[in-house]
């Protein structure tokens, strides 16, 4: 019986301890009247340098601009890779009343489409897809990853000397295969001789293997990599390790892991449609577009490394594919 | 395809190799401990994520590689104090406690790595130390002796461990613990204690093992870094039939193999990844049963302890 | 037969409620705990801790959709619990129900487009027998090795997890990927909608609760007459107490042993049909949300006895849902989450053992109360 006094003993203490705890606390004010809710349901984690953090950067930057938390409120639910959980979040989030729920996975289509009939009243942004599933209150957005890859394509021809560029790449689906696509006709359209090597590691976020993946591209000749998906950080630790080795990023801006060898990146800036679609739903209109991010609509940005010295005549060639893609007198194929 | 051959990329193959066996080699050879005295720790994985985490930032904070290690052996330390509790004093089920153990790792370094460092960055690693002499013999030089030093340690751990296990007195009691408790107990061995002694000794090697990961292997910290690193190791202690050297033969397949898969790809033969993927773990099943045919399995394994029974 | 030697037989009913009342108490007592610990890092997190925990009550309690989302994730933990409990019954501890649920959900999905055209009043039915003979043949391996090479099963079914998710991505991403998807350019890694015969009704409009919720019930009254009624499950339950009594009675111990793991990974595999027919109504990535892990943690919570289980599943369910209702009401970090549900499992594990040993000494006492009296 002693032990159960212990235990009883124990329990009174917790009880105690929540209720200190909750007494320390003030209570949070009331939100204002006119918020936009806005509700953001992720794969991976905000912090992931790479897709799920493009989408967030531009939702606090978004805010940042409204007036903060008194104009817009931001929700977010990371690492939903486990898309029932990921669907739970998304009606959960819709039938609190949000304004704006974006499900920011192509896998969460299925779950979108499902829920988005359920409630009509809500704004449901997806992506990456083009398919609003003919639906008044879904917006469907995508990147043409291809374009910026074309871009860091003709930047890696021009700056490789071994004329062997290793591509370090998770599954073959969705924006990782486009901008690879990208990335190869870039290169090809600098100097077809030269030869771009491809490795899959089957997961996003094994980072060990990704590492060995870049760590085997350099001990095979390349002096150039690039790459796609979170895990992609351990390539360019490899790379900096190495310490000539160039890497060129995708999806956010990568300069920061390797100051000195991150020539570019393609950074997804969702800021402008993410104001489109507020503005839009103010104005009535809840869904029914498709956004593509494009270098011609500043959704896609090439930002140089300022503590990278650039050759003037590579600098020039990229802005000419840049310039080239915008126009339409290059394409690119996705 | 006879590019797959040339010297160049065997040589490539094995440097990575030697290379990627470096955690498998801590996590596993310590694990080797605590299921030599009879406890399965499936917690391996959580222990390393916090090991690696620890590394990464004590590193960061201070540039000191050396008290980065220490931390993580610390921790290390006390992951398998958490362990013992719970498998050796509260004699839980040894699964699961591994699972619980495995899940409160992955989210404490995911929730540490949020609210210390919020965002990845890499950090000045273990630099590759190339040793005289030995170094620049061709071929073998480059896969054997330019490495790192978290690298030369594991390899180092091998004899040391063997030597330990099988020629120390608290080897000897660790082994007789896994064999026969109740027979040790009766020759006044403490039980708990010697497998509080080898669960922590294996959770020190497997924090040293997420610190080999984060600071000599990849250099930075991301959540579940591991992705799973730790349960090949459980699985390769089994391979390797509880002794040191079949561990370390282990380790080498199963790095061999991936590294091949990668210079494969880079060579440009196709594969499929998935294939790629699952082999390593058909080959741990089927190294299972030939496993338990051809030795012992420390007999009282799994089995929590307890006076007075049996 | 070995006789029914066990200690409870010779207490009165009384005993026996109070001895349940403990052993039932015990795991709230150590989630409980697992809490307090969570509310320090809560307040570290300048979060207040009643704030957060009230969230997950509300988040359970406060809606139809929290409600019926519990008893959604209830429904797939019960299932899988109960595999986990045959197999416990034998003394086998089965980690692979991650790879049976695969593995179930695999067989349902495949079987479900092959005969499509089939009427549902068939269809159904197999389609369920399809997924829980997947499920069982992904037990009967690990059984299998350790019957014949003594293979311990806890390494086996972690491998054996491994190879069912590689498998699935195979499969997912091969021969059962949606065309449409193809077609699209997307490549999603989903298989295409299951026929509409095959799916689970669901029970409440605008909710995901669906008819596998009932069908669980009911499979946890068969498991529970399963082992206690008849003659291979007080088997299974005598391989479990005592093998060396069991092999001496003539009961052949290690295909038992098989036996129950296969039976485990059958209604492993069940929990995974339940997910494709009723909530998803199809294949994808992630299909197990963990519940073959989660599922093992809601057996210890139902004190691994089937109809302990009907509450214990609902309860976990309730607290996974709340969790991830909690993440989303306060903001923290979600792994937050897999910390806290990490301790539980530390603590509720940790503290089965008091409670075996509070049942053990209260049966010294009430047999030595007895001699007494005979005295």
Redesign the interface.
């Known amino acids: 019986m002693k032990?159960?006094n212990v235990?009883m003993a124990?329990?009174a203490l917790?009880v105690a301890?929540?209720?200190l705890?909750?007494c320390?606390?003030a209570a949070t004010p009331a939100p204002a009247a006119k918020v936009v809710r806005v509700?953001v349901v992720m794969p991976s984690?905000t912090?992931?340098?790479a897709f799920s953090q493009s989408m967030y950067s531009a939702l606090v930057a978004v805010q940042k601009e409204m007036g903060g938390e008194a104009a817009m409120e931001i929700?977010?639910?990371?690492?939903?890779?486990?898309?029932?959980?990921a669907?739970?979040?998304i009606?959960?989030?819709a039938?609190q009343g949000f304004d704006i729920v974006v499900a920011h996975g192509?896998?969460y289509?299925?779950s979108v489409e499902e829920i988005a009939k359920?409630f009509p009243g809500t704004t449901f942004a997806w992506g990456t897809?083009?398919?609003t599933f003919g639906l008044p209150n879904v917006y469907a957005y995508t990147a043409a990853a291809q374009e910026g890859g074309y871009v860091n394509g003709v930047l890696a021809a021009k700056l490789t000397t071994s004329k062997q560029i290793?591509v370090t790449g998770p599954?073959?689906?969705?924006d990782a295969?486009t901008y690879i696509d990208g990335f190869v006709q870039g290169v090809a359209s600098v100097d077809p001789s030269i030869t771009v090597?491809?490795?899959?590691?089957?997961?996003f976020?094994?980072?060990?293997?990704m590492?060995?993946?870049a760590?085997?591209?350099i001990?095979?000749g390349a002096d150039v990599l690039t790459g796609s998906s979170?895990?992609v950080?351990?390539s360019?630790?490899?790379a900096?390790?190495n310490g000539k080795v160039l890497w060129f990023g995708t999806q956010s801006e990568q300069t920061?892991?390797?100051p000195e060898l991150v020539v570019a990146s393609q950074v997804y800036d969702w800021t402008a449609m993410i104001k489109e679609i507020i503005a839009s739903r103010a104005a009535g209109t809840l869904g029914g577009k498709t956004y593509t991010l494009q270098l011609s609509n500043d959704g896609l940005k090439i930002v140089f490394n300022a503590g990278y010295n650039l050759p003037a005549d590579v600098k020039a060639a990229a802005d000419a594919a840049i310039e080239g893609i915008k126009g339409g007198k290059i394409t690119v194929n996705? | 395809m006879n590019e797959l051959f040339s010297l160049a990329?065997i040589t490539?193959i094995l440097?990575?190799a030697i290379?990627?066996a470096t955690?498998y080699l801590f996590a596993a050879v310590g694990e080797a401990f605590a299921q030599s005295s009879g406890v399965v720790n499936l917690g391996v994985d959580g222990i390393m994520l916090v090991g690696a985490f620890v590394a990464f930032y004590v590193t960061l904070q201070t540039g000191n590689l050396w008290l980065a290690v220490l931390a993580a052996a610390l921790v290390g330390l006390l992951m398998g104090l958490l362990m013992s509790l719970i498998s050796v004093t509260l004699k839980a089920e040894q699964g699961i406690s591994g699972i619980g153990l495995y899940m409160f790792g992955l989210g404490l370094s995911?929730l540490l790595f949020?609210l210390l460092v919020?965002?990845?960055?890499?950090i000045d690693?273990f630099k590759v130390i190339k040793i005289p002499l030995l170094g620049d013999i061709p071929m073998i030089g480059e896969i054997f002796f330019q490495h790192s030093l978290p690298v030369y340690a594991a390899f180092l751990l091998v004899p040391v461990a063997w030597w330990f296990l099988e020629k120390t007195t608290w080897g000897l009691k660790i082994k007789a613990v896994g064999q026969n408790p109740a027979a040790a107990d009766s020759l006044g061995v403490s039980v708990d204690k010697v497998r509080y002694f080898s669960v922590c000794l294996g959770s020190v090697l497997a924090g040293l093992a997420g610190a080999s990961?984060s600071t000599a292997?990849?250099?930075?910290f991301?959540?579940?870094?591991?992705?799973g690193?730790g349960f090949i190791a459980v699985a390769l202690v089994y391979f390797g039939g509880w002794k040191p050297a079949g561990i370390l033969v282990g380790a080498l397949l199963f790095s061999t193999v991936?590294?091949f898969q990668?210079?494969m790809?880079?060579?440009?033969v196709n594969i499929s990844?998935?294939v790629?993927?699952m082999l390593p773990y058909l080959l741990t099943i089927a190294a299972l049963v030939f496993a338990t045919n051809r030795v012992r399995q420390p007999a009282a394994l799994n089995k929590p302890f307890e006076r007075g029974e049996n | 037969m070995p006789p029914e030697s066990h200690p409870r037989s010779q207490k009165s009913w009384l005993d026996d409620w109070k001895d349940l009342a403990?052993r039932a108490?015990?795991p709230f007592?150590a989630m409980?705990?697992a809490?307090?610990i969570g509310?320090i890092v809560l307040?570290f997190l300048k979060v207040?801790?009643?704030?957060a925990?009230a969230a997950i009550v509300t988040g359970v309690f406060g809606?139809m959709?929290?409600f019926t989302?519990s008893l959604v994730k209830a429904t797939p933990l019960l299932l899988v619990g109960l595999g986990i409990c045959i197999a416990f019954r034998a003394s086998m501890i089965n980690i692979g129900a991650e790879g049976q649920i695969i593995l179930g959900a695999l067989g349902a999905t495949a079987w479900s487009l092959a005969f499509r055209n089939w009427p549902g009043w068939i269809l159904l039915p197999t389609t369920l027998i399809a997924s829980f003979i997947a499920g069982a043949a992904w037990g009967f391996v690990p059984g299998f090795l350790k019957a014949r090479f003594r293979v311990n099963e806890i390494l086996s079914t972690v491998m054996m997890n491994a190879i069912a998710l590689q498998l699935m991505?195979l499969l997912i991403?091969g021969p059962l990927i949606d065309q449409a998807g193809v077609t699209?350019?997307?490549?999603?890694?989903?298989s295409e909608k299951l026929p509409e015969s095959v799916w689970l009704t669901r029970l409440i409009p605008?909710t995901l609760l669906h008819t596998g919720a009932i069908l669980a019930v009911i499979l946890a009254v068969v498991v529970y007459i399963f082992l206690w009624r008849t003659t291979i499950g007080f088997r299974i339950r005598a391989v479990g107490l005592n093998p060396d009594a069991s092999r001496y009675a003539g009961v052949n111990v290690p295909a038992y042993q098989a036996l129950s793991l296969t039976l485990a990974g059958g209604f492993a595999g069940l929990a995974g049909a339940v997910?494709v027919m009723g909530?998803?109504h199809?294949l994808?990535?992630?299909?197990t949300?963990?519940y073959g892990f989660s599922g093992i943690v809601a057996a210890l919570f139902g004190g691994l006895h089937p109809l302990g289980l009907i509450p214990a599943s609902w309860l976990f369910g309730s607290l996974l849902?709340g969790a991830?209702?909690m993440?989303?009401a306060v903001?923290v970090?979600?792994?937050l989450i897999d910390t806290l549900l990490g301790l539980v499992v530390l603590f509720v594990v940790g503290s089965a053992y008091?409670s075996q040993r509070?049942a053990a000494r209260r049966a010294i006492a009430v047999s030595k109360a007895g001699k007494e009296a005979e005295a």
Request: charged residues 15%; glycine residues 8%.
């Open positions: 032990k159960h235990w124990i329990c917790l301890a929540l209720v705890t909750a320390g606390q509700a984690s912090t992931d340098m929700k977010y639910s990371e690492n939903m890779f486990k898309v029932p959980d669907a739970a979040a009606r959960d989030y039938s192509s896998q289509g299925a359920d897809d083009v398919n290793g599954v073959e689906v969705g295969k090597n491809k490795t899959w590691t089957g997961s976020s094994d980072v060990a293997l590492t060995e993946a760590k085997t591209h001990a095979a979170q895990s950080v351990g360019i630790g490899a900096k390790e920061t892991l390797a996705p | 990329v490539g440097t990575s290379r990627l955690p995911s949020k919020g965002t990845v960055q890499t690693g990961l292997l990849v250099n930075l991301q959540e579940n870094l591991t992705a690193l991936n590294a990668l210079w790809q880079v060579l440009g990844s998935d790629a993927v | 403990f108490a015990l007592l409980l705990a809490l307090l509310a307040a207040n801790p009643l704030t925990y809606s959709s929290g989302q991505n991403r699209a350019g997307t490549y999603l890694a989903q605008q997910e909530v998803h199809r994808l990535e992630g299909i949300s963990g849902v991830d209702k993440q989303r903001q970090p979600s792994a008091i509070w």
